[in-house]
């Protein structure tokens, strides 16, 4: 079974602009997270969907938002851009139907911000 | 809020040179604890699953036992492959999880 893909991989981008990223889940899988990781701060969550509905979002500003599809795909959007936002962006799936259960990362996308 | 605290921060050790990692956790109602490996420039990769204490799962060199307070990732005769970052993580009510900051374990050959 394929698992979590993200994608892109890098992304460089300047202050102010705003930045897509997209995240494919495991195969049956309907619940989407999102983790923000930074050397700082280690990883954060960011917001949890399932079936197209956020079920659980963190402690993030507005500029970060998300989404997800019918086919369970998911993608976050973060609009004017700071330096601050630069980190590895996680995608993780998880079946969604209790809670406690395992949550499976893919690769991350790299963002950087100048 | 639940919180986690790993130990410790980073690990040194010689190829066969068995040792612990330690996750201590606060939560209001445990509904899993997770332990992830993470290599450079990767995302985590998923080890075991906890939920009640007592409970112990294997995993070639790796072993993970959860007690009502902590949880400890023994690691038996590693090799210079088992190098990374081994990511502690705990679900409460919420369908999240939240991480500790991680061990960085460094095998010698």
């Known amino acids: 079974k394929a698992g979590v893909t993200q994608t892109p991989r890098y992304l460089i981008k300047t202050r102010g602009q705003q930045v897509t990223l997209s995240c494919s889940p495991i195969s049956g899988h309907r619940s989407v997270s999102w983790y923000q990781q930074t050397p700082g701060q280690g990883l954060q969550f960011l917001f949890e969907?399932?079936?197209?509905?956020?079920?659980n979002k963190g402690n993030f500003p507005g500029r970060f938002s998300g989404r997800q599809f019918s086919n369970s795909r998911s993608e976050m959007n973060v609009s004017t851009l700071e330096l601050g936002d630069s980190a590895l962006y996680l995608c993780?799936?998880?079946?969604?139907?209790?809670?406690?259960?395992?949550?499976?990362f893919g690769p991350g996308t790299r963002l950087l911000v100048l | 809020e639940d919180q986690v605290t790993q130990s410790p921060e980073a690990l040194r050790l010689q190829e066969g040179e068995s040792s612990s990692l330690n996750c201590s956790y606060t939560v209001s109602g445990l509904r899993g604890l997770f332990w992830y490996r993470q290599d450079p420039g990767k995302g985590p990769e998923f080890l075991f699953t906890?939920?009640?204490a007592g409970e112990e799962k294997e995993k070639e060199r790796l072993k993970a036992t959860l007690t009502k307070k902590e949880s400890f990732l023994h690691i038996t005769a590693p090799k210079p492959e088992d190098s990374a970052t081994y990511l502690c993580a705990v679900s409460g009510s919420a369908r999240q999880l939240t991480f500790g900051s991680g061990t960085q374990l460094t095998v010698l050959p």
């Open positions: 906890l939920y009640s």
């Open positions: 969907y399932f079936s197209e509905t956020q079920r």
């Open positions: 993780a799936s998880s079946q969604g139907t209790g809670i406690g259960e395992t949550q499976y």
